[in-house]
C-alpha cells in the first residue's frame, strides 16, 4: 500500500529576507536603471524652462523687486538639503539596527551632495539677505540652524572615511547623522518659535493665508523638481561607484588570501 503524496509547502520568505532583498545591489541596480533616465528627461526639460521662468518670465515682487528671483534657487536648495539629511538619518537608523550595507551606501553617498545644496542655500540666503535685511549675515535662528546643519554635513562626510574599516565609519557616521536630525526641527519651525528676520514659509498646507502667487509658483516648482532630479542621478551613480569599489576590494582580498 502506497502513501498518499502529500505536496511540499512553499518556502515562504521572512520578513527580515524580504527586507534584505530591497536593499541588495542587483535590486538597486534594476530599479536605478529605470530611475536615472526619467531623473535626466526630468532634469533636462525643468531646468532650462525653470530657469527661463525665474529669471525672464516670472514678474518681480512688488516689496523685493528683482531680487526675489534668488527665491527659485534658494528654496529649492534648502528644500533639498532638509530631505537629504532627514533621508540620511532614517538610512543611518536602518544601518544601526538591520545592518544593511545599502543603506550605508546611500548614507555615504547622500552627504556630500545634501552639504554642496546646503552651502547655495546658505549662499544664496546671504545674497538675498543683503539687500532685504541690509547685511550679508545675521545670527537668525533660520540661517544659524542651518549654518550647524552644514557643519553636521562635513563631519559625516569626514567620518566615513576616518576609519579604515568602512564598516565602522558607516557606524560611526550613522550615530552622527541621527543626533543630528534633531535640528531638522529646529530649522523648520525656527521663524514661527522665535519669530526672527527670516521670513515664514510661503508654502504651507495648514496655514491656507499663507500662499505664493502662481506665477512665482511655476518656476519654482519647476526648479524644485530640476534638483531633486540632479541629486537623484549623482546620488545613485556615487552609490553604483561605492558597490564596484567594495566588489573591487573583495575580488582584491580573495586573490590576496588565495596566495596566501
Given at each position: 500500500m502506497?502513501?498518499?503524496?502529500?505536496?511540499?509547502?512553499?518556502?515562504?520568505?521572512?520578513?527580515a529576507a524580504?527586507?534584505?532583498?530591497?536593499?541588495?545591489?542587483t535590486?538597486f541596480r534594476?530599479v536605478s536603471?529605470?530611475?536615472?533616465?526619467?531623473?535626466l528627461v526630468l532634469?533636462?526639460?525643468t531646468?532650462?524652462?525653470?530657469?527661463?521662468?525665474a529669471?525672464?518670465?516670472s514678474?518681480?515682487?512688488?516689496?523685493?523687486?528683482e531680487?526675489?528671483?534668488?527665491?527659485?534657487?534658494?528654496?529649492?536648495?534648502?528644500?533639498l538639503?532638509?530631505?537629504?539629511?532627514?533621508?540620511?538619518?532614517v538610512?543611518?537608523?536602518?544601518?544601526l539596527?538591520?545592518k544593511?550595507?545599502?543603506?550605508?551606501h546611500?548614507?555615504?553617498?547622500?552627504?556630500p551632495?545634501g552639504?554642496?545644496f546646503?552651502?547655495?542655500?546658505l549662499?544664496?540666503?546671504?545674497l538675498w539677505?543683503k539687500?532685504?535685511?541690509?547685511?550679508?549675515w545675521?545670527?537668525?535662528?533660520r540661517?544659524?540652524s542651518?549654518?550647524?546643519?552644514?557643519f553636521?554635513?562635513?563631519?559625516?562626510?569626514a567620518?566615513?572615511?576616518a576609519?579604515?574599516?568602512?564598516?565602522?565609519?558607516?557606524?560611526a557616521?550613522?550615530i552622527?547623522?541621527?543626533v543630528?536630525?534633531?535640528?531638522l526641527?529646529?530649522i523648520?519651525?525656527?521663524v514661527?518659535w522665535?519669530?526672527?528676520l527670516?521670513q515664514?514659509?510661503s508654502i504651507?498646507f495648514?496655514n491656507p493665508?499663507?500662499?505664493i502667487?502662481?506665477s512665482m509658483l511655476?518656476?519654482?516648482?519647476l526648479?524644485?523638481v530640476?534638483?531633486f532630479s540632479?541629486?537623484t542621478?549623482?546620488i545613485t551613480?556615487?552609490?553604483?561607484?561605492?558597490?564596484?569599489?567594495?566588489?573591487?576590494q573583495s575580488?582584491?582580498?580573495?586573490?590576496t588570501?588565495?596566495?596566501s
Amino acid at each position: 500500500m502506497t502513501m498518499p503524496h502529500t505536496p511540499a509547502r512553499k518556502k515562504t520568505a521572512s520578513p527580515a529576507a524580504s527586507l534584505w532583498h530591497w536593499f541588495t545591489p542587483t535590486y538597486f541596480r534594476a530599479v536605478s536603471g529605470r530611475v536615472t533616465p526619467i531623473a535626466l528627461v526630468l532634469l533636462l526639460v525643468t531646468l532650462p524652462t525653470g530657469l527661463a521662468y525665474a529669471f525672464f518670465l516670472s514678474p518681480p515682487d512688488y516689496l523685493q523687486g528683482e531680487t526675489v528671483r534668488i527665491m527659485y534657487i534658494h528654496v529649492p536648495s534648502a528644500w533639498l538639503a532638509l530631505a537629504l539629511y532627514g533621508a540620511i538619518a532614517v538610512a543611518s537608523g536602518i544601518t544601526l539596527t538591520l545592518k544593511l550595507p545599502m543603506a550605508g551606501h546611500f548614507a555615504t553617498a547622500a552627504s556630500p551632495v545634501g552639504a554642496c545644496f546646503t552651502a547655495i542655500a546658505l549662499i544664496s540666503g546671504s545674497l538675498w539677505g543683503k539687500p532685504t535685511w541690509g547685511t550679508y549675515w545675521v545670527w537668525d535662528a533660520r540661517l544659524t540652524s542651518m549654518l550647524v546643519l552644514f557643519f553636521f554635513y562635513l563631519a559625516h562626510s569626514a567620518m566615513t572615511q576616518a576609519f579604515k574599516q568602512q564598516e565602522r565609519g558607516q557606524q560611526a557616521a550613522s550615530i552622527l547623522a541621527i543626533v543630528g536630525a534633531l535640528n531638522l526641527p529646529i530649522i523648520k519651525w525656527s521663524v514661527e518659535w522665535w519669530h526672527t528676520l527670516h521670513q515664514p514659509e510661503s508654502i504651507s498646507f495648514i496655514n491656507p493665508s499663507s500662499h505664493i502667487d502662481i506665477s512665482m509658483l511655476i518656476p519654482l516648482g519647476l526648479m524644485t523638481v530640476a534638483l531633486f532630479s540632479y541629486a537623484t542621478i549623482v546620488i545613485t551613480a556615487r552609490m553604483k561607484l561605492a558597490i564596484l569599489q567594495q566588489k573591487w576590494q573583495s575580488l582584491l582580498y580573495q586573490k590576496t588570501r588565495n596566495r596566501s
